[in-house]
């Protein structure tokens, strides 16, 4: 497979990026990526990834457009309150590039159908805001020895990590059960998500391209309250349930 004329022209000025050129960008073009949960957080990693020129999206996020998602969730149109989320999240990346394979999976991920989802794509991109989904996902990866980058915000927090089986531990390292005072609903800036969503999408580029160093073994931690940025090194569990044996 090689780029189109199309492509060149699109993609020119990435390709400049030292150790990118034409090889990085058909490593992006030949790549498959899930993002679960393509909110205010997923739905920028999406974006990024889809006008990177990822071959490949698969995006899981179930429910209807509410009122409070639009302060974020940036693949959405005010006219779309009340429909199918997935709906407006595929037409808009689509809008953008056409190229690119989109399935939109109008649920969101569960122990039930991680695995299935996990099995779609190369790469994971963790974005959801239950911990169910969170560990759901992750032991699937494991399960699948594939990359997943896990992204997360708080208010004015916000962290990325990347977790890669045989070479990191895991999230079940650090939340191996859901936190029982965790709510789903928290106070959140549309920008504060959108910081984490572009770091956590070029820890993707960089892992299919080579370019780089990741995060992986260590979590980046951002307080976007005092612009205090920190990385915090993450050692594996050896007496981790989902990739202690590992």
């Not at 989904?133 to 916000?158: G, Q, S, V, W, Y």
Request: aromatic letters at 4%.
């Amino acid at each position: 497979m090689s780029l189109s004329a199309e492509e060149r022209a699109i993609y020119e000025w990435q390709m400049w990026v030292p150790g990118v050129g034409e090889e990085g960008q058909l490593k992006l073009k030949n790549a498959s990526v899930l993002v679960s949960r393509v909110g205010g957080l997923g739905g920028l990693v999406a974006l990024e990834l889809a006008a990177a020129g990822i071959g490949r999206l698969v995006l899981a996020h179930g429910g209807v457009l509410q009122p409070s998602d639009l302060n974020r969730q940036l693949l959405q149109t005010h006219d779309h309150i009340g429909k199918p989320r997935i709906e407006s999240i595929v037409r808009r990346l689509k809008d953008l590039n056409p190229r690119c394979d989109i399935i939109g999976v109008p649920e969101n991920a569960s122990e039930s159908n991680a695995d299935a989802l996990v099995a779609q794509a190369d790469i994971v991109v963790d974005a959801a805001p239950m911990f169910q989904e969170r560990l759901a996902l992750n032991a699937a990866a494991f399960r699948a020895c594939k990359p997943m980058i896990e992204c997360a915000m708080h208010t004015l927090d916000a962290s990325v990590t990347t977790f890669v089986p045989g070479k990191t531990g895991c999230l079940a390292c650090y939340i191996p059960e859901v936190p029982p005072t965790w709510k789903r609903q928290f106070p959140v800036f549309g920008a504060v998500s959108g910081t984490a969503a572009c770091i956590g999408a070029m820890e993707v580029i960089k892992l299919i391209t080579g370019i780089g160093s990741t995060l992986q073994g260590e979590l980046l931690s951002m307080n976007l309250s005092t612009m205090q940025f920190r990385k915090v090194r993450l050692p594996k569990r050896a007496d981790c349930q989902v990739c202690g044996a590992r």
